[in-house]
C-alpha cells in the first residue's frame, strides 16, 4: 500500500517538526519585535531580524513543500490546506511586514490543531498571548508615526489590544489609520474566536471528565447487580441441597437375605 506508506511519513514528518517550527515561530516574535520596540537599534541588528524574518518564512515554505510531497493525493491536499498555502504565498516585502506576521500565525495555528485536547489548550492559550502580543506590536507600528494618532508608545498599544480582544472598547486609544482600523477588526475577530476555542476546550475537558466519572459509576453499578444476582443463585443452591440431605439420609433400609432352615435327616454334604 504506497498510499499507506506516504501517509504514514507525512504523519511522521508533521510530528518530528512539530518543536522545531514552534521554536522558529518564537524566534520570529523576537526578531519581528525588536525594530519596532526599539527603531533607533543598530543596523546590523535590524538586519539580522530582518533576515530571521525571512529564514522563519522559508522554514515554514519548506515545511509545506515536503508535506505536499509526501501526500498520497496532492491535489486534496493542496484544497484542504488553504491556510497554509495563503501563508505561504503571502508577499514577504518589508512595507508588508503585517504580512509576514498572519503568515506565521496562519502555520503557528496549523501545528496547534493537530494538538490533543489538553496540549491544544496550551497551544490556544499561547495563541491568545502571542495574538496580543503581536497586535500591540503591529499597531503601534502602523499608528506610532501617524498623524492625530494616539498610540503611541508600547503600554498604550498593549492596552489597545487588550480591551480589543475581549471587546470592551473603552475607547481611550483607538486607530486612526485605514490599516490600523483593519488591525482592530481581524484582532477583535481573532480574540473572539480563541477565547471562545479555549472557553468550549475547557468545557469540553469537564464533559469528558463527568463522562468518565460517569462511565466508571455504571460499571461498578452493573459488578454489584451482578455480585447480588450470584449470590441469590447461591443461596438458592444452597437450600436446594439443604432441602435434599434429608431424603438421602431417610433412604430404603438394606434388606437381609433369608435364612433356609435345615432339613431334619439329611446331613451335610462332605466337603
Given at each position: 500500500m504506497p498510499g499507506m506508506k506516504q501517509q504514514t511519513a507525512q504523519v511522521r514528518w508533521e510530528r518530528r517538526t512539530q518543536t522545531p517550527l514552534l521554536g522558529l515561530a518564537l524566534a520570529f516574535a523576537l526578531a519581528y519585535a525588536v525594530p519596532i520596540?526599539?527603531?533607533?537599534?543598530?543596523?546590523?541588528?535590524?538586519r539580522a531580524c530582518t533576515w530571521a524574518e525571512w529564514t522563519v518564512w522559508a522554514a515554514f515554505a519548506l515545511d509545506y513543500l515536503v508535506r505536499l510531497a509526501l501526500a498520497p493525493a496532492k491535489w486534496l491536499f493542496v484544497r484542504s490546506h488553504p491556510l497554509d498555502l495563503l501563508a505561504v504565498l503571502l508577499p514577504l516585502a518589508r512595507p508588508l511586514t503585517l504580512l509576514r506576521l498572519v503568515s506565521t500565525l496562519l502555520l503557528v495555528g496549523r501545528?496547534?490543531?493537530?494538538?490533543?485536547?489538553?496540549?491544544?489548550?496550551?497551544?490556544?492559550?499561547?495563541?491568545?498571548?502571542?495574538?496580543l502580543m503581536f497586535g500591540s506590536l503591529a499597531v503601534l507600528e502602523v499608528e506610532r508615526d501617524a498623524p492625530g494618532g494616539n498610540i503611541k508608545t508600547l503600554g498604550d498599544a498593549v492596552w489597545w489590544s487588550f480591551t480589543t480582544m475581549t471587546t470592551v472598547g473603552y475607547g481611550d486609544h483607538s486607530p486612526t489609520t485605514g490599516l490600523g482600523r483593519?488591525?482592530?477588526?481581524?484582532?477583535?475577530?481573532?480574540?473572539?474566536?480563541?477565547?471562545?476555542?479555549?472557553?468550549?476546550?475547557?468545557?469540553?475537558?469537564?464533559?469528558?471528565?463527568?463522562?468518565?466519572?460517569?462511565?466508571?459509576?455504571?460499571?461498578?453499578?452493573?459488578?454489584?447487580?451482578?455480585?447480588?444476582?450470584?449470590?441469590?443463585?447461591?443461596?438458592?443452591e444452597v437450600r436446594r441441597l439443604g432441602a435434599e440431605r434429608p431424603a438421602a439420609a431417610e433412604g430404603p433400609e438394606a434388606i437381609e437375605a433369608p435364612e433356609i432352615p435345615a432339613r431334619s435327616g439329611v446331613s451335610s454334604p462332605r466337603s
Open positions: 520596540v526599539a527603531p533607533d537599534a543598530p543596523r546590523g541588528v535590524l501545528r496547534a490543531r493537530m494538538a490533543p485536547q489538553v496540549t491544544l489548550t496550551a497551544y490556544v492559550g499561547g495563541s491568545v498571548v502571542g495574538l483593519v488591525l482592530a477588526v481581524g484582532l477583535m475577530l481573532s480574540g473572539i474566536a480563541l477565547l471562545g476555542v479555549v472557553t468550549a476546550n475547557i468545557a469540553a475537558w469537564f464533559i469528558s471528565r463527568f463522562e468518565r466519572d460517569d462511565a466508571e459509576e455504571r460499571r461498578q453499578t452493573a459488578l454489584l447487580e451482578a455480585l447480588s444476582l450470584e449470590i441469590k443463585e447461591l443461596r438458592a
